[in-house]
């Protein structure tokens, strides 16, 4: 127990506002407080560490216990932590409410501290915050449009740096749709011509399908019926014993197999998926397996009815035919993770089949060409060896995906080729991103701006 004793002073003056002073001990009162320093401190720290609730129970351990309410009110008291002025500065967006509510989030890249928060993504904001500080020598950002503007008006003596990670994800997503584009090339090689006329030939009739209650049920009467035969009974007593007609008997009895039997609505039935089969057979084969997106397919060429006949239709008869010897062909999403690989990294039985992939489709084997010089550029930072690759991949007709991606890269060249040639990136700001991520779950419902700008800055 600390007992503490001050002085207070008394202001004789009418005209003063104040009427009484007290003496404060540096470094362990303050104005208006109802805790030492000491103790604010500490407090302070739970509050930015463990937010409310968590750090409200944590209080209680230190015998100190105080309402997540009063932790958060110490943080919202805390002044802003004094900042310089960055010479190189990364701006990125982050979702306070995903979907509906973004803010901008800037980082000193050089000291990887965040600087500030904006509450929201608009150039003109950005531009204020950057016109206020004209020492910013490179901004390192996204290809975002508003993020591009903003830094073009308010720092325009500053060098724009586009990510190079942004770059690489839109480059995959081009080669993606371009891979998909000429899917048909990643199925196996046409059949031989003794193939061809094996598959030319009228095919056998299906027979019943095993384990079938209707299939079961007739073999084992037929097997009754010719076993009665043979021993002597006549059609009129075999059908008395079974409680069956005449005809039936005489029916069965004229079928040397149960199979003959079947000549009813099994096979005879045609139905409005006759006519897209074969291209449900040929998009199984190709490895699409999912029939909500085959019924969706054929829904776009014409088919009227639902979903279900589709479904039956899959689980009936396409998985349960024997698998084709050979390897299945692999997905468009798998190709393009090996075009993507850097050619050394990529393990012996996935780079065999990207060149078999590649020898069967010239496409395919244009844009891994191009694929790998980008990757090229983008490792060894030749960065100005970039109009001559767009220049190039503009020229690709038969890849538009490619195509536009360059288009798209020529709108923001000069921060392009900035990224491709200088070491600085914003992978520093996409850390602090993630960061935010765990400090809205740790104020959750109460996570306004102003609480979590300070707990960012501060803590």
Known sequence: MVSLRVRRF??????????????????????FSRRTERLRSTLVS???????????RMT???????SRNTLLRLIASLPDPPTATPRVVGVDEYAQRKGRIYGTVLVDVETRRPIDLLPDREADTLAAWLAQRPGIEIVCRDRAPFFADGATRGAPQALQVADRWHIWHNLSEAAEKCVYRHRDCLRPAPPTDAEEQAAAEPPEPR????????????????????????AGHSKRSV??????????????????????????????RVTKLDAYKPYLDQRWQEGCTNAWKLWEEIKEQGYPDGYGNVRNYISRTLRRKPQPVGPRPPSARAVTRWIL????????????????????????ATLAKHVRSFGRMVTELQGDLLPEWIESARATSELPSLSRFAQHLERDLDAVIAGLSHHWNSGVVEGHINRIKMLKRQMFGRAGFDLLRKRVLLS
């Open 10 to 31: 008394i202001c004789a003056e009418q005209s003063c506002l104040r009427r009484t002073f007290v003496e404060q001990v540096p470094g362990l009162t303050r104005r």
């Open 207 to 230: 027979p019943w399908p095993t384990g079938h209650r209707f299939a079961e049920r007739t073999r084992a009467k037929h097997a009754t019926i010719h076993a009665l035969l043979a």
């Open 239 to 268: 059908a008395r014993q079974l409680g069956m007609t005449l005809n039936t008997i005489l029916r069965y009895s004229r079928a040397a197999d149960p199979e003959e039997m079947f000549t009813g609505q099994w096979q005879s």
């Open 46 to 56: 739970v509050g930015l560490a463990l937010a409310g609730r968590a750090g409200a």
């Open 60 to 66: 209680k351990v230190f015998d100190a216990p105080v």
């Open 341 to 364: 690989t850097h050619p050394d990294a990529l393990p012996e039985r996935d780079r065999l089949q990207l060149k078999a992939v590649l020898a069967n489709c010239t496409e395919l």
